[in-house]
């Protein structure tokens, strides 16, 4: 087995970066290996973790089995309860998503469920968002848009036509 090479920690700015950039042209494993690199020279990286949450989340249509538990394991790293409820509640948005997006017996309801447990997650969060940093709520609203505009969906989420969001 080949033994990576370590970054120095003068360049852990440059590779965040360009972690971000990966992330922007569709390439989350080239993120996730950047994320890796700074990770095994500073553990602790805030930064770096939810770049790497991101990018894991970022692949979870194509290899949610086995992207999901590793990005689980990453949102336990953070150690700020807003970042915590926040993230978990991206987790669970994506994970919905993923699941929407295969359109198969039973994907809808499952999608909806994660989609309300997203929601909840970041009502925690925008109780205790920091000032000026409404994104819990802009993302509670984009799933509430979900449930809303998708009939299918709309339908599992109501059980028929009750209404849904309170």
């Known amino acids: 087995m080949m033994k990576l ?5 003068e360049a852990i700015p440059a590779a965040l970066e360009k ?4 992330r922007h042209l569709n390439e989350p494993a080239e993120a996730e290996s950047i994320c890796l690199d ?7 990286n805030r930064e770096a973790l939810v770049a790497l949450l991101l990018a894991l989340t970022d692949q979870f249509d194509h290899r949610l ?5 590793r ?6 790293r953070l150690r700020d309860q807003y970042q915590n409820e926040y993230y ?7 994970q919905a998503k993923a699941f929407l997006n295969r359109a198969l017996p039973g994907s809808g309801e499952a999608g909806v469920g994660w989609l309300r447990e997203a ?3 970041y009502d925690k969060a925008a109780e205790i968002r920091p000032r000026g940093d409404d994104s819990a709520i802009l993302r509670w609203n984009t799933c509430a848009r979900i449930i809303m505009e998708e009939p299918e969906v709309a339908a599992e989420a109501t059980g ?3 209404e849904m969001l309170e």
């Open 5 to 9: 090479r370590q970054i120095s920690k």
């Open 19 to 22: 972690a971000v950039r990966y």
């Open 38 to 44: 700074v990770l095994e020279v500073d553990p602790e």
């Open 65 to 69: 089995a086995e992207k999901l538990p």
């Open 71 to 76: 990005a689980l394991d990453v949102l336990s």
């Open 88 to 94: 978990a509640g991206v987790i669970r948005e994506r």
């Open 119 to 121: 929601m909840q997650h």
């Open 160 to 162: 028929g036509g009750e």
